[in-house]
């Protein structure tokens, strides 16, 4: 039975990026040990691109498909307001059929997406 789905992103400076999102974006967390930090997630759903080209990131030995991460909210203004406010600039917003997307950088200078859906999410299935 599948409990759950981890999510890896890889940084430039993983410490800075674990504590930005502990902090700043508030996602509570555990300590594994020696300061690696596993954070809890939202509730989640994925979707299957087709990709345009080879995306892959080698784990534990086996090449694994890349993936991006966008959070999700229900207002993309007030986040990016919220997140202003803790010093963070995203992107501009960019309209798009599947919903309003910005960016959050990182400390590490690396980005996450985050987008207010225009589409039926998956999300309300989870407690069904």
């Not at 509730?43 to 090449?63: I, K, L, Q, T, Y």
């Not at 010093?87 to 985050?114: F, H, Q, Y």
Request: proline letters at 5%; a negative charge.
């Amino acid at each position: 039975m599948i409990i759950g789905a981890h999510v890896l992103l890889y940084s430039r400076d993983a410490d800075a990026d674990r504590i930005f999102l502990r902090d700043v974006l508030g996602f509570r967390g555990v300590d594994v040990g020696g300061g690696w930090l596993i954070l809890a997630l939202p509730p989640a759903e994925v979707a299957v691109h087709p990709g345009s080209g080879e995306f892959v990131e080698r784990h534990a030995g086996r090449d694994l498909l890349g993936a991006i991460l966008y959070l999700m909210c229900d207002d993309v203004h007030a986040m990016m307001a919220s997140l202003q406010g803790s010093g963070v600039n995203c992107s501009p917003v960019e309209k798009a059929d599947w919903g309003l997307a910005t960016t959050i950088p990182l400390p590490s200078g690396g980005a996450i997406g985050l987008y207010q859906p225009l589409h039926e999410t998956a999300l309300q299935l989870r407690d069904r």
